[in-house]
Nanobody, 122 residues
């Protein structure tokens, strides 16, 4: 079992930055690929970024490339999402998720956090 707790969301003006954190329980954190997804009202959950267990491999959705950076600290059992140059369309609930294999769709992920709200004002 892996328990995930996100933090770091909030209200920010367009062009601003936020850093999300996701703390994981368990001793095998480095075995799991970690993903960030987001869900806006009335929309399906969408892929944002993912990182392999070792941190060597990352993938990003096209709409966040160059603006968002995913990273992890396996000693702290934590994955991060640094979000820069935020836009109003980035407004959503952001979720972190864990899976043994890296994936860019939500379905394979076995464990999910409760989500953290990010609101970007124009």
């Amino acid at each position: 079992q892996v328990q995930l707790v996100e933090s770091g969301g909030g209200l920010v003006q367009a062009g601003g930055s936020l850093r999300l954190s996701c703390a994981a329980s368990g001793r095998t954190f480095s075995s799991y690929a970690m993903g960030w997804f987001r869900q806006a009202p009335g929309k399906e959950r969408a892929f944002v970024a993912t990182i392999s267990g070792s941190g060597d491999v990352t993938y990003y959705a096209d709409y966040v490339k160059g603006r968002f950076t995913i990273s992890r600290d396996n000693a702290k059992n934590t994955v991060y999402l640094q979000m820069n140059s935020l836009k109003p369309e980035d407004t959503a609930v952001y979720y972190c998720a864990a899976n043994l294999l890296i994936a860019t769709t939500p379905r394979p992920y076995d464990y999910w956090g409760q989500g953290t709200q990010v609101t970007v004002s124009s």
